[in-house]
């Protein structure tokens, strides 16, 4: 199995093709992977319509005090949102801790690796909170 298991489609956000033939930019491979956790990190569950279940639980701590104990809490709740709706990808850590330079942003660091090709990679997600 290669690099086709992790597929093809969309970039997001969705935009034109460079190519200027009237196309929509694409994501492929490892770029799918990442945009597709941005997009799971992104999406707040109720969210879509058509399938209420999906995104990650971290919205309902966006109110919360930026410390410790909430830094644990998101963390649970990426790691549980990734292994729910990214099979490509294997959490190998998660870690959110406060922004040094901005009081309001919890960095997210995810550590994970793609099953198909055992690349490993490490997003930084910022999450404001209040």
Partial sequence: MGTEFLGSGW????????DHEGGLA???GDDSVRQAIWTILGTSPG???M???????IHDLVFGVNNAGNATAVAGAVREALSMW??????????AAPDPAEPSVLLIEINYQVRTTNSR??????????
Wanted: net charge negative.
């Fill in 11 to 18: 970039a997001f956000p969705v935009r034109p093709a460079d």
């Fill in 86 to 95: 990214e099979p490509r990808i294997d959490v190998l850590d998660v870690f």
């Fill in 26 to 28: 694409m994501a492929a």
């Fill in 51 to 57: 399938r209420p279940e999906f995104g990650c639980g």
């Fill in 121 to 130: 990679f490490n997003l930084v997600y910022p999450f404001y909170v209040g």
């Fill in 47 to 49: 969210e879509r319509l």
